[in-house]
C-alpha cells in the first residue's frame, strides 16, 4: 500500500521559507518508475501543481513559481522536500505530495493527506 | 501554459439522477486528461485517467470520454457520497494544470 506523509511547520512569517517533507511508504524512490510532485490548494479554491522531480534529482517547476520553488530528494530516507521562499498571505494553502504515473508523470495516482501552512506574522 | 475550464462550475442534483460535467482545454491535449473527486478536507483521488480508464476500485457509475479539447465525466445513478467536488487535470505537457472544479450539490 503506497502512502505519502507530508510534514513541516503549519506557521510560516511572511518573507520567510516555507520546508515541507513527503515520506514515501510502500513504494521506492529510487525505483525510477515515477515522479514525485507537489500540489498546492489555497482555502476554498482550486489546485496548482507547483512542480516535481525524479529520483536523480531532476526537476521541473511551474514558471509561476520558479524562482522562488526548489524541489529536493533523499533516496535514503525515501522522502523528497519543497521550500518556497519569500512567501506572502498568498502562499497559505494546504500542501499534497503526490506520485506522477504515465507516459508524462502528470497523472497523480497516490496523494498524502495535505497539511495546512498559515503565511502569518 | 494550458488553461482548463469547466462547466458548470456547480449543479444541484438528486440521488439517482444522471450528472454530466464538462472540461476543455485552451489546446489539443490527445487523451491526456485526468478527473479527480475531493471530498471536504480530504486530497484529490484518482477517478478517470487518460480520458476514459477507470481506476480501480471506483465504481462502474463513473465514465470518461473525449479527445483533443473537449471531455466529459458522466455520474450515470449519483449516489449520496458523490455529492462532491470535481477537477479536471491536463497531463498532455508541464505545467500540469487544473479545471476550476465542479460542486456537486444535492437539490
Known amino acids: 500500500q503506497v502512502q505519502l506523509q507530508e510534514s513541516g511547520p503549519g506557521l510560516v512569517k511572511p518573507s520567510q521559507t516555507l520546508s515541507l517533507t513527503c515520506t514515501v511508504s510502500?513504494?521506492?524512490?529510487?525505483?525510477?518508475?515515477?515522479?514525485w510532485s507537489w500540489i498546492r490548494q489555497p482555502p476554498g479554491k482550486g489546485l496548482e501543481w507547483i512542480g516535481y522531480i525524479y529520483y536523480s534529482g531532476s526537476t521541473y517547476y511551474n514558471p509561476s513559481l520558479k524562482s522562488r520553488v526548489n524541489i529536493l530528494v533523499d533516496t535514503s530516507k525515501n522522502q523528497f522536500s519543497l521550500k518556497l521562499s519569500s512567501v506572502t498571505a498568498a502562499d497559505t494553502a494546504v500542501y499534497y505530495c503526490?506520485?506522477?504515473?504515465?507516459?508524462?508523470?502528470?497523472?497523480?495516482?497516490?496523494w498524502g493527506q495535505g497539511t495546512l501552512v498559515t503565511v502569518s506574522s | 501554459d494550458i488553461q482548463m475550464t469547466q462547466s458548470p462550475s456547480s449543479l444541484s442534483a438528486s440521488v439517482g439522477d444522471r450528472v454530466t460535467i464538462t472540461c476543455r482545454a485552451s489546446?489539443?491535449?490527445?487523451?491526456?486528461l485526468n478527473w479527480y473527486q475531493q471530498k471536504p478536507g480530504k486530497a484529490p483521488k484518482l477517478l478517470i485517467s487518460?480520458?476514459?480508464s477507470l481506476q480501480s476500485g471506483v465504481p462502474s457509475r463513473f465514465s470518461g470520454s473525449g479527445s483533443g479539447t473537449d471531455f466529459t465525466l458522466t455520474i450515470s445513478s449519483l449516489q449520496p457520497e458523490d455529492f462532491v467536488t470535481y477537477y479536471c487535470?491536463?497531463?498532455?505537457?508541464?505545467?500540469?494544470?487544473f479545471g476550476p472544479g465542479t460542486k456537486v450539490d444535492i437539490q
Open positions: 489546446q489539443s491535449i490527445g487523451r491526456y
Open positions: 487535470q491536463q497531463s498532455d505537457s508541464s505545467p500540469f494544470t
Open positions: 510502500g513504494a521506492s524512490i529510487s525505483s525510477g518508475d515515477y515522479y
Open positions: 487518460d480520458a476514459s
Open positions: 503526490a506520485r506522477g504515473v504515465g507516459a508524462t508523470a502528470g497523472r497523480m495516482d497516490y
